[in-house]
């Protein structure tokens, strides 16, 4: 008992929850002496702004929302807004499918098995064995069998030193992290699990409740705008990315890319886990924290932002090493002084980045590979814009189809007298409205004119942000606008 309060009394917990440990340890990589952040806006502004997203997202609001969060996020504010941010309650609402009906049955499915405990690493070997003995089994149970053992390993290499995950006390929390991801593969089956996956669900379950949780992820990892793909079995969007950052590299640091050529470390090799992850494993959890909340208002482009940051203050390290080893060592190992809070978001403010400049080097072809990469672009994996239970060729043909027939729309309405256009596109979209189930989930339009026509098939959307005026009943830009994003 006396050697348990010992041992109780050495153990401290930093502001975030994370262990800080008087011996050392090959997990505990994190500094724990954060600089206090001062909070430019009150709690009171935040309920404020927290008030104005509930009640419409105005472009407005939105830019503000970026602005405040920049100046500091209220900790007990933070899961509130991203929820709000990500728009995690309208997917619920607009979904058929019920977190805690899907979790009875993988409680159902893991009891008839003989387990009662998810958190512990007698239930991995259990697991292992009943699979050994289910081989003559349904592939289906199998295969589910397999993705809980996967699960369950990783969760053990998730924040191993964070008090709601470590050890007895954190028996609970690794329950959650076990169910949340277990329920998402049976959401969205064509996906399943993915290592990395864990780390999302980790950061959210520390801000919000469990089933909360599962919703953010879910908006995070259904949207285009976030992580859509990332997850995919052959991990193309991740593989995009990182020929467009090894391009950004090229155009903003020459001499830094042609060193990391020289040396053999293509960007691949190390923005799969920064992006992946996000950028979960810096030592500097408020950098990290910041780093989410920026996020999740600007999407995709802010994982760029912070990577070429965290390049450019690395630079004059990475440029004095002789090899593959020692640079890939200080990407792995980012110092802490390096990745502090106010020094990375300085570095990040004077990047800028835009969507558009990240599609355009998407598209563009590699000089390197010349007509290789033309071969690539034409393979590009669809399933990116496709609905998770979606075969991708499926409705491919119907797909070329309807786009066709929209073309064909953009034409007689451009050629119809400005009188009669109002009663034109009535007709059109209340008589030829997009199938949307055919489309899968809604991940080709914009979010404005998504939620326009989520809530009324008949209504055209009233205001985009990409125009920064309403568009009306009879402005063409409207009809284009839904050509380009189909």
């Known amino acids: 008992l006396l050697l348990l309060i010992r041992i109780l009394a050495m153990i401290e917990v930093d502001k975030y929850g994370f262990l800080v440990s008087s011996c050392s340890s090959d997990d505990d990589h994190r500094q724990h002496n954060y600089t206090e952040e001062q909070l430019e806006h009150s709690e009171a502004k935040w309920e404020k702004m927290i008030n104005s997203l509930k009640s419409g997202r105005s472009l407005g609001s939105r830019q503000k929302l970026a602005s405040y969060i920049k100046s500091g996020l209220p900790v007990s504010m933070r899961g509130r807004v991203w929820s709000l941010v990500v728009e995690s309650e309208k997917m619920k609402e607009n979904s058929r499918f019920s977190y805690n009906d899907e979790k009875t049955r993988v409680t159902q499915l893991l009891s008839q098995c003989g387990l ?205 090493a002789e090899d593959m080893g020692s640079a890939m060592l200080l990407l792995k190992q980012i110092p802490h002084d390096i990745c502090a809070r106010q020094r990375l978001v300085t570095a990040m403010s004077t990047i800028t980045l835009q969507e558009w400049e990240i599609s355009e080097l998407m598209n563009k072809p590699e000089k390197r590979e010349g007509h290789q990469r033309r071969g690539v672009k034409r393979k590009r994996d669809h399933s990116l814009s496709v609905g998770p239970s979606e075969p991708v060729n499926k409705h491919r043909p119907q797909l070329k189809e309807k786009c066709q027939n929209w073309l064909e729309k953009i034409k007689t309405f451009a050629e119809t007298p400005k009188k009669q256009r109002k009663s034109t596109c009535k007709q059109h979209l209340s008589g030829n409205s997009i199938d949307w189930q055919v489309r899968g989930r809604q991940n080709l339009l914009p979010e404005e004119i998504e939620m326009e026509l989520l809530s009324s098939k008949k209504k055209p959307a009233k205001q985009h942000s990409l125009f920064g005026s309403p568009l009306e009943h009879d402005d063409p830009q409207y009809y284009s606008l839904l050509w380009v994003c189909t």
């Open 116 to 320: 009662q405990s998810y958190a512990d690493d007698d239930t991995l070997h259990k697991l292992s064995d009943i699979e050994g003995l289910c081989e003559e089994g349904t592939p289906k149970l199998i295969k589910q069998l397999s993705i809980f053992r996967q699960i369950l390993f990783d969760i053990g290499r998730s924040f191993p030193t964070h008090s709601q995950f470590a050890g007895n006390e954190g028996r609970a929390g690794r329950s959650s992290l076990f169910f949340l991801l277990s329920v998402y593969v049976s959401y969205n089956q064509s996906v399943g699990y993915c290592q990395g996956m864990s780390y999302i669900a980790g950061v959210l379950l520390m801000h919000l409740d469990e089933e909360n949780s599962f919703w953010v992820m879910a908006s995070l990892f259904e949207r285009k705008k976030y992580l859509l793909g990332y997850f995919s079995p052959s991990l193309s969007r991740i593989q995009y990315h990182a020929q467009v950052f090894h391009r950004l590299l090229e155009d903003r640091h020459s001499t830094l890319s042609r060193h990391l050529d020289d040396l053999g470390l293509h960007p691949l090799v190390y923005v799969t886990q920064w992006f992946l992850c996000l950028f979960t494993s810096l030592p500097s959890w408020d950098t990290v924290l910041t780093v989410w909340d920026i996020f999740m208002v600007e999407g995709t482009t802010c994982v760029f932002r912070v990577a070429l940051a965290l390049i450019q203050l690395l630079s004059d390290h990475l440029l004095a």
